[in-house]
């Protein structure tokens, strides 16, 4: 089987050494192709005003001067001569739940290749708090990565659908178990400005996640998390919403 890893956090984050160690279990075919630098939240953008450059780094690893959606497009039509059989992005520094996933990089990259008919799955690592840079634990990723992907490879994808998981912010051992859950929501005031002063004396902003609050329901992904378990969310991106077009296409009748 081969294996296509990117990411949104750059080519040497820790999350994508462990993403290569997850992968191994299944495969040594393993291809790299991600960002060169940091891309949180760029989401599903791709360069289009500015050249993008691809790196080599050893064998059958590469770096992209662009976005995850860069990454990817690059990966399935100048790095590899025939299409992998699964790619992979993460391990995200970071969740990615509810309505954020719009942000993502980490999931645009596996939208991209699941609009390239690749079956994808997005990883991320829920942490207990902000500002802990490159000392985000990994454990309950590395422990139950492998677990959470296995069914997944003989489980058929529908259409245009791909896989989002994330580990809970917790020691491997305390991690209660898998659940396959809904999107979430978050209550809608969710980003911080925080405004400087550069030091030719010209004002900056810049946005800031703090503790958001959920919408709470049911078996959604962020009560999963909370709760101490591994969300697995399959999302589609057909973002139609079907109950609105009859009413929709009535008032425009003539």
Same mark, same amino acid.
């Given at each position: ?20 160690? =997850? ?73 990615? +739940?509810?309505?954020?996933?719009? %942000? ?6 596996? =939208? *991209? ?7 994808? =799955?997005?990883?991320?690592?829920? %942490? ?33 659908? +791909? ?6 912010? +917790? ?37 800031? +996640?703090?503790? =958001? ?9 962020? *009560?999963?998390?909370?709760?101490? %378990? ?5 999302? $589609? ?7 609105? $077009? ?5 008032? %425009?009748?003539?």
């Amino acid at each position: 089987m081969r294996i296509l890893l990117t990411n949104d956090d750059g080519i040497h984050a820790s999350g994508l050494r462990v993403l290569e160690g =997850i992968a191994r279990q299944f495969s040594d075919d393993i291809w790299v192709c991600a960002p060169s630098e940091e891309q949180s939240g760029a989401g599903h953008s791709l360069s289009l005003t500015r050249p993008v450059r691809l790196r080599r780094h050893g064998d059958q690893r590469f770096s992209v001067t662009g976005t995850p959606t860069d990454s990817v497009m690059l990966a399935l039509n100048q790095v590899l001569e025939s299409p992998p059989d699964l790619i992979l992005s993460g391990v995200n520094r970071g969740a990615n +739940l509810g309505d954020d996933v719009t %942000y993502s990089g980490t999931v645009s990259a596996a =939208i *991209e290749g699941t609009l390239a008919g690749v079956r994808s =799955i997005a990883l991320s690592q829920v %942490y207990a708090r902000e500002g802990m840079g490159d000392t985000v634990p990994f454990a309950a990723a590395e422990a139950w990565g492998a677990k959470v992907i296995e069914p997944l490879i003989a489980a058929p994808f529908a259409e245009r659908t +791909l896989v989002n998981i994330n580990f809970p912010p +917790l020691p491997a051992e305390e991690v209660k178990g898998i659940r396959v859950v809904r999107q979430g929501f978050h209550d809608y005031a969710r980003t911080s400005v925080v405004e400087g002063t550069d030091p030719r004396g010209y004002p900056y902003y810049w946005f800031g +996640l703090h503790g =958001i609050e959920r919408t709470p329901t049911h078996d959604t992904d962020l *009560e999963a998390i909370a709760d101490g %378990y591994v969300s697995v969310t399959p999302l $589609m991106l057909d973002l139609t919403h079907d109950a609105s $077009m009859r009413d929709l296409a009535g008032r %425009y009748a003539s």
